[in-house]
């Protein structure tokens, strides 16, 4: 379906790669992985047209229509459930063309068209974009909210369910799980096992690489080698091919010292001389060989903490929030000086609520925070990212963080984090995402904390600066929280899971794939579960009991007649639906537009359009519906 041969991409003057020749065949999941700037965006932005090879041909079948996701962020007056079916462009076409036939008088066109809206799913097109994008973390009051509202990142979530909507057989995704949550990328995994369809996917996460794809396009030192299997299989290849490498290198050298070795002792000799100086042909024939270097840009590791307290944070009875709105209540819990500890639960669950709070950033609504007087805590999120001073380059951000500190010693400490020889004199606004991530971590590093939080660390990082974080988590002699969507951190460096859930904090008792499961369970119980809300009453208390006993029932009270109208308005959307069914097949019948039938045409579409507002109707009647019940069960 998509070729490349003898392609060769230059940027700036510099080769990215050459030669590159493969075939991806229709149907097929291929990865696209290699280090930072090895041309990993140059290759897809030659794919999608907008970059011209500077060698060879590339070539695509006819009639294979593209979708990738759009780096603008979206404006304008629409609302974020518009934005996203508008990636359905099949659909909107055939509505226009729709409404320019109805206009026109053009029955038959008009009526041929209604079969082809239908066809392509445009009557569930609707309901398509919002399971995405519950999916992928919104929740139903969302849906219909202006794009002006969400935040950067939501934005870009906005644009990756406007691509997964598209109907095109060629998908295009360049880091889809970076601002993701974990919920949303195992829901984003399975989705993309599921879809029909081809699938070209960078990522630097390896568990979502080695569920995913197929097989493993891999640039590397300007050469693009097409491996069959997933991100595991590539790296047993790698490793096969450079012991034989090494292997050969090894035999090489061998060889061609006993050549020297010969040629020293003989080529005085006479008698030795002719084969001597054959041997030294021999010689001047071999080829170079390399030895294998493999070795990562990255060398940092955590100092072992001055102090250890134990424990080292304690919260009694807390309840945290904003303003007036409870997110975490009773959460009780208390952090040893070996604990490592993972965070689990949906997007809004309190999961970077519970973080602040235990850095002291989120004063508590009651409670108590206690804290070992030698505390000293590490703590990364995005927003430190985010701020990072502008008018400064990295050594003088890690000096003015350490003001004692000499250029030399700033840059060879830099130099570990990949900011090797001028990159270190790079000002901060200039940086990437990930070097600026790499620089928040070095200055993180350089604090030689007790207690790390860390709030999706691996934001923007490229596979060997992850593992080289995980190598340096795995040798912390600290305590560590953290939250992170990247499952071979979690699975590398913390010991247990703790859940955040329904305004509670509680201990996991099963593993990641246990998680994955439950998700998949409470999402499938969600519109049918009454959650009991965060309360205020002790449960060891009788007359407490009773209080919460009366709450739930006025609360069942109240939910019953929003919970009957949403079944109710799934049974009108499914009768509409069902009465448009059978016109549609009625309007189906070649004889009807024979002229003998003109008036009974006439009648049959007015009856279509008719039904099509009713169930249009119905099925924002259902939306609103299932907003109400929401808004209510979350208040």
């Given at each position: ?44 932005a030659m794919i999608l047209g907008e970059l ?114 598209s109907p095109n057989e060629l998908l295009l ?90 040629v020293d002792r003989f080529r005085a000799k ?366």
């Open positions: 379906m998509l070729s490349f041969t003898d392609v060769a991409c230059r940027r700036d003057g510099k080769l990215l790669f050459h030669n590159a020749d493969f075939v991806i065949h229709r149907g097929r999941r291929v990865g696209l992985g290699g280090a930072n700037g090895a041309g990993k965006s140059s290759l897809l011209e090879p500077d060698e060879g041909v590339i070539s695509l079948q006819q009639q294979v229509g593209m979708t990738h996701v759009a780096q603008e962020m979206p404006t304008g007056d629409a609302v974020a459930i518009e934005h996203v079916m508008a990636g359905d462009q099949r659909i909107a076409a055939i509505a226009a063309a729709i409404s320019e036939s109805e206009a026109s008088g053009d029955n038959e066109r008009y009526a041929n068209l209604l079969a082809d809206y239908e066809a392509h799913g445009g009557y569930s097109l609707k309901s398509r974009a919002a399971s995405i994008m519950l999916g992928l973390g919104f929740s139903m009051s969302e849906l219909e909210r202006p794009l002006s509202s969400f935040s950067g990142g939501w934005q870009m979530r906005l644009n990756l369910a406007r691509a997964l909507v995704l360049d880091e889809p799980t970076n601002h993701l949550d974990l919920d949303a990328v195992i829901w984003l995994e399975q989705w993309l096992l599921q879809r029909e369809g081809t699938l070209l996917l960078i990522s630097h996460d390896r568990e979502f690489l080695d569920t995913v794809v197929h097989s493993m396009l891999f640039i590397e030192k300007g050469t693009v080698h097409l491996v069959s299997g997933n991100y595991s299989a590539l790296e047993a290849w790698r490793a096969a091919r450079d012991a034989n490498q090494q292997a050969l290198h090894e035999k090489a050298e061998k060889r061609r010292a006993e050549l020297q070795s010969f006479a008698t030795k001389a002719r084969q001597a100086q054959s041997r030294l042909k021999m010689l001047e024939r071999m080829g170079e060989t390399s030895a294998v270097r493999v070795e990562s840009p990255f060398r940092f590791g955590f100092a072992t903490p001055e102090h250890l307290p134990n424990p080292l944070l304690v919260l009694d009875s807390i309840r945290a929030g904003y303003d007036d709105k409870v997110v975490l209540d009773k959460v009780a819990c208390s952090i040893g000086s070996g604990d490592r500890i993972g965070l689990l639960g949906v997007n809004g669950a309190g999961k970077s609520t519970l973080i602040k709070t235990l850095t002291g950033d989120l004063a508590p609504l009651n409670g108590t925070r206690t804290p070992a007087r030698q505390l000293k805590i590490g703590y990364f999120a995005q927003h430190q990212v985010d701020n990072l001073p502008t008018g400064s380059d990295a050594v003088g951000v890690l000096q003015a963080s350490e003001p004692s500190l000499s250029e030399r010693d700033a840059r060879n400490y830099l130099g570990g984090f990949g900011f090797g020889g001028e990159r270190a004199l790079q000002m901060v606004d200039t940086l990437s995402g990930g070097e600026r991530a790499r620089l928040a971590l070095a200055l993180i590093v350089r604090q030689k904390p007790n207690l790390l939080l860390l709030d999706e660390p691996t934001n923007h990082l490229d596979i060997e600066m992850r593992q080289a974080l995980v190598d340096a988590l795995e040798g912390f002699e600290g305590a560590l929280v953290v939250i992170s969507h990247d499952r071979t951190l979690l699975r590398s460096v913390v010991d247990e899971l703790w859940l955040v859930a329904e305004g509670r904090v509680a201990p996991f008792n099963d593993d990641l794939d246990g998680y994955a499961k439950w998700i998949v369970d409470s999402r499938r119980k969600a519109a049918l579960v009454d959650e009991v809300p965060v309360g205020e009453a002790s449960d060891g208390d009788a007359s407490a009991g009773k209080a919460r006993k009366r709450l739930e029932a006025e609360r069942r009270a109240r939910l019953a007649p929003l919970k009957k109208a949403v079944e109710t308005t799934e049974r009108a959307l499914q009768q509409h639906t069902d009465a448009l069914d059978t016109i549609r097949s009625e309007l189906a019948d070649e004889a009807l537009y024979n002229e003998e039938n003109r008036d009974r045409l006439a009648a049959l579409l007015a009856s279509e359009a008719a039904a099509r507002q009713r169930q249009s109707a119905a099925e924002e009647a259902l939306l609103e519906a299932m907003m109400a019940l929401e808004e209510a069960q979350s208040a």
